[in-house]
């Protein structure tokens, strides 16, 4: 068997393999690039040949442009390729539509990148797929103990609560435009709320090819026809992309009330750093007991750690008895959080 650090080893560019020559989620252009999926500090424009699932591809050509690559190859999930010697396989990641972990395998050596993740339940997305392998490559954007996000039915009890408490107020929600918007519109349904809900004009690419998915997203209304009168959003949700918050948009609401789902909302000075009346605890990412359970379910041999709180999850491998380290890979920031 290989070692693991032959077959994939992080460079400038991001996690490279020399035998299939290809990049995993590079951060500058390369000639080949596997792409776990589209969100922006995972899935840049420039690379010559793009290898991702279809939803990936299709995101990535509503958000960066016809012309965001050289030339593009979708991918299903569980799909096996062969390049130059090297296993390929795309595996469902549960973090946002179309998102994958990509398995690298090569004589007997199996390396799972799981990109960014979630176990929670999605109805948004695919759920995570357990992938038995001898190296998991995870993330930990909110590796550390502290952090146990609550179940997100609960956070949208209290939106719907605020709503009840202040029906004159336009409750502005602040969701990232990929995934998470999306995310708390389906919950809202789920929840009962069959009201009109407002969205900013950044997202409604993304709403309507996730409901050309099958995911039903409702009775979905531009939020920026300037011929609607601020009274006409009274006690309506609006979802928008938070730095629209920060702008001329958001000020033509009537009283707006400031609502952010993320799981940064767990920290109480982030929120009221943002003005954040509201805080909904909502991730997109594993919370600590998820990352631990995922790597005690899967058993690897070996956990590489990146982009997040590094130390606390090797540090924790290293107690249960498994070779761990961090890989301190940079570019990814928490779009998706």
Same mark, same amino acid.
């Given at each position: 068997?290989?070692?693991?650090?032959?077959?994939?080893?992080?460079?400038?560019?991001?996690?490279?393999?020399?035998?299939?020559?290809?990049? %995993?989620?590079?951060?500058?252009?390369?000639?080949?690039?596997?792409?776990?999926?589209?969100?922006?500090?995972?899935?840049?424009?420039?690379?010559?040949?793009?290898?991702?699932?279809?939803?990936?591809?299709?995101?990535?050509?509503?958000?960066?442009?016809?012309?965001?690559?050289?030339?593009?190859?979708?991918?299903?999930?569980?799909?096996?390729? &062969?390049?130059?010697?090297?296993?390929?396989?795309?595996?469902?990641?549960?973090?946002?539509?179309?998102?994958?972990?990509?398995?690298?395998?090569?004589?007997?050596?199996?390396?799972?990148?799981?990109?960014?993740?979630?176990?929670?339940?999605?109805?948004?997305?695919?759920?995570?797929?357990?992938?038995?392998?001898?190296?998991?490559?995870?993330?930990?954007?909110?590796?550390?103990? %502290?952090?146990?996000?609550?179940?997100?039915?609960?956070?949208?009890?209290?939106?719907?609560?605020?709503?009840?408490?202040?029906?004159?107020?336009?409750?502005? &929600?602040?969701?990232?435009?990929?995934?998470?918007?999306?995310? %708390?519109?389906?919950?809202?349904?789920?929840?009962?709320?069959?009201?009109?809900?407002?969205?900013?004009?950044?997202?409604?690419?993304?709403?309507?090819?996730?409901?050309?998915?099958?995911?039903?997203?409702?009775?979905?209304?531009?939020?920026?026809?300037?011929?609607?009168?601020?009274?006409?959003?009274?006690?309506?949700?609006? &979802?928008?992309?938070?730095?629209?918050?920060?702008?001329?948009?958001?000020?033509?609401?009537?009283?707006?009330?400031?609502?952010?789902?993320?799981?940064?909302?767990?920290?109480?000075?982030?929120?009221?750093?943002?003005?954040?009346?509201?805080?909904?605890?909502?991730?997109?990412?594993?919370?600590?007991?998820?990352?631990?359970?995922?790597?005690?379910?899967?058993?690897?041999?070996?956990?590489?750690?990146?982009?997040?709180?590094?130390?606390?999850? &090797?540090?924790?491998?290293?107690?249960?008895?498994?070779?761990?380290?961090?890989?301190?890979?940079?570019?990814?920031?928490?779009?998706?959080?």
């Amino acid at each position: 068997m290989i070692k693991p650090e032959t077959l994939l080893h992080p460079t400038q560019a991001g996690l490279y393999c020399p035998a299939g020559d290809f990049y %995993v989620d590079p951060i500058r252009p390369v000639e080949r690039a596997l792409i776990t999926h589209g969100h922006s500090d995972h899935a840049r424009p420039g690379h010559g040949k793009v290898l991702a699932t279809r939803q990936t591809l299709d995101i990535m050509r509503i958000r960066c442009g016809a012309e965001f690559c050289g030339s593009e190859q979708a991918i299903d999930f569980g799909e096996r390729l &062969v390049l130059n010697g090297v296993g390929i396989s795309f595996h469902p990641a549960g973090h946002v539509l179309g998102s994958a972990q990509v398995a690298v395998e090569k004589d007997g050596m199996r390396i799972v990148v799981s990109g960014d993740y979630k176990r929670s339940t999605d109805p948004t997305c695919a759920p995570f797929e357990p992938v038995a392998c001898d190296v998991f490559i995870t993330e930990a954007t909110f590796g550390l103990p %502290v952090f146990h996000h609550p179940d997100p039915t609960d956070e949208i009890a209290r939106l719907l609560t605020s709503l009840g408490q202040f029906p004159q107020r336009s409750h502005l &929600v602040g969701a990232y435009a990929l995934g998470k918007a999306q995310r %708390v519109i389906s919950l809202l349904r789920r929840s009962g709320y069959d009201r009109p809900i407002y969205i900013h004009g950044a997202l409604s690419k993304l709403c309507a090819y996730y409901e050309s998915q099958g995911i039903d997203l409702g009775d979905l209304r531009p939020a920026t026809d300037d011929e609607q009168d601020a009274q006409g959003f009274r006690g309506a949700v609006i &979802v928008g992309p938070p730095s629209a918050f920060n702008d001329r948009w958001a000020r033509r609401f009537a009283d707006p009330l400031s609502v952010f789902a993320s799981g940064w909302m767990m920290v109480r000075q982030r929120a009221k750093q943002r003005g954040v009346e509201l805080p909904l605890v909502i991730s997109d990412h594993c919370d600590w007991p998820e990352l631990t359970a995922t790597i005690t379910e899967l058993k690897p041999g070996q956990v590489w750690v990146t982009h997040g709180r590094e130390e606390a999850l &090797v540090r924790w491998c290293e107690l249960q008895g498994i070779a761990a380290r961090p890989l301190h890979l940079v570019g990814y920031e928490d779009e998706g959080d």
